[in-house]
Every structure is written in C-alpha cells, then in structure tokens.
C-alpha cells in the first residue's frame, strides 16, 4: 500500500454534511450537496434497479431518488420524521439521496482522514474517499461519484428521460401483438 504525501492527505480536508445510515456515520463532500429536503412524494419508474426509488419533482426539475441504504446493501427501514433527501451532484446530473437523518456540518483536517481499509480484492472500497477521525468517532467519507457506477449514472439518466414532460403516472403500453390504429 503507497504511503500518503502530505499533499495528498492536505487534500482530502474540508466541510462534510455528515448523515446517518442506521447506526454508522458518513460524510460528504459540502460542494457537492445542493441542498436538503424533506421526504416527499417518489414517482417510481419501471425497470430501474431496486435502490431507486423513483424520481422527484422539484421546483419543475425531475430528480431520480437513490435509497443509499439498498444501495449499500442494508435493510430497508421505516422513515421517520428525520428521514430526508440530500441533493447532490454527480457528474453534472442532480440526484438525491435517501438518508435517515442530516447530522451536520463539520470540517475535518487532512491529517486526519486515513485511507479506507482494505478488505482485500473481494470488496471494493473506492467510493470511500477517507475514514474521518473527529474526537472519538469514525465518520465514513463518501466519494459521491463513486457511489454510483458509470452505467448506474446512464440508467437513471435513461430513467429521468422517461419521465421529462411526462405526467406522474406512466403511459399505458400497448399489448405485444396488438395494433393500434388512428
């Protein structure tokens, strides 16, 4: 494993809006976050993977809605009044993120954020940007663009280009086999 210059290390401080996924805390990156909002109403789309939940209608802008916990393999949960939805940006597309609770912002020197541990080949760690070390916690720091693949990204942009201009509900499919005439 390559040893950090200091640099390196120098680089990966700055702001985090930290966020809670069960009992472990993660951050991101602040310049990333557009904004946090209340759980509202998700349209769900067809044929999307099972961790997007849908798209969101916000201030006439359609938002495909990542749940970051079936994302990340963990079981779904019942929201709460502190469940919420960060808005962030991710390769030029804006997607928001299903998250329990917003904790808050802090700001971690570079000194200390370590690499992600290493599992070994088995588990990919690169959407972990660093473990953060804030008196005694361990806050995970998210590379947000890692979080989803590339064709991930092109999925729901597929997904998004379904639904623009389109009502909430989904248009009715014609039957295999059946002609319509005009």
Do not use: W
């Amino acid at each position: 494993m390559a040893t950090q210059t200091e640099a390196d290390v120098g680089q990966k401080g700055g702001k985090f809006l930290t966020f809670n996924l069960a009992k472990e805390t993660y951050g991101l990156e602040i310049l990333k976050v557009r904004e946090i909002i209340g759980l509202m109403d998700i349209t769900a789309v067809p044929r999307t993977p099972g961790y997007v939940k849908g798209v969101i209608n916000l201030r006439g802008k359609v938002i495909p809605v990542i749940d970051l916990r079936l994302k990340f393999k963990m079981p779904e949960a019942e929201h709460t009044d502190e469940t919420c939805i960060i808005v962030v940006d991710v390769g030029n597309v804006e997607v928001g993120i299903l998250v329990d609770k917003v904790s808050e912002v802090i700001e971690i020197q570079g000194q200390n954020i370590e690499d992600a541990p290493s599992f070994g080949t088995e588990v990919n760690t690169d959407f972990i940007m660093g473990m953060g070390k804030t008196n005694d916690n361990v806050t995970i720091l998210l590379d947000i663009a890692e979080v989803l693949t590339h064709e991930e990204v092109l999925a729901v942009r597929t997904a998004m280009s379904g639904q623009q201009g389109s009502s909430a509900e989904p248009a009715p499919q014609a039957a295999a086999g059946v002609v319509e005439t005009v």
